[in-house]
């Protein structure tokens, strides 16, 4: 197949092996994928590597998960995605990136080859299909992926490194804390009613029945309650 660059309109020769590859002629960027050439862009990160693991904590906290978790390894990542031009939003490129929507940042794109990039960066591989490939081009966001352990698990978090927006995975809650609260709310009434109960000489056959009364009404409106608490 012949190609010409989509910018200057100069003929194009790349190698069968090439995804990315200059134009010669005015340097333009660009990928070549399922038969089609289209142009390949980056943005330059706002957010370093000191940065992100305080997004991923902050993050963290709105959700009310930051306790008992843990930052572990780091590393610096371009993940790519589909667009095309006059649109909004950002369509994944590659399946390791959650299937969440994405703004097109407004901040101004460079050109990207991964031999360009900075030693130790990983850059991930196209592995989804556009809807179209009309008009479309490739863009490759820059990201830190942290990873972060509760309770002997393993989370993966992704921190926008130009706009500082954190994705990931939905870290449990962890109820004890209120379903403690809730065993003492019935253990006080028990004890309220053992007292009344022994005051008023009630035998013990009825105590047996208000325990274990006790015990039937804890137990059943113990997931009724945490169903709507989580």
Known sequence: MKFTCPQCGAPLNPRQADCFF????????LFLDLDALMQVTTFGPGVNAEEAPLHVRRHLKESALDEGIALRDQEFLFI???HRPGERFLQRASGSFPDESITMPAAPQQIFLPEQQSRGSLVLPVDTKPDSTRELRLVYMPFHRILVSHKHERYSFLCDAISGTVYGAAI???PENRVSRLFLLFMSIFLVMFVVDATLDTPWVLLSLNAVLFFLAFQISLPWTESRLY
Do not use: I, M
């Open 22 to 29: 200059v134009c010669t002629y005015c340097g333009n960027s």
């Open 80 to 82: 790519p995605f589909w």
């Open 172 to 174: 449990p809650r962890e």
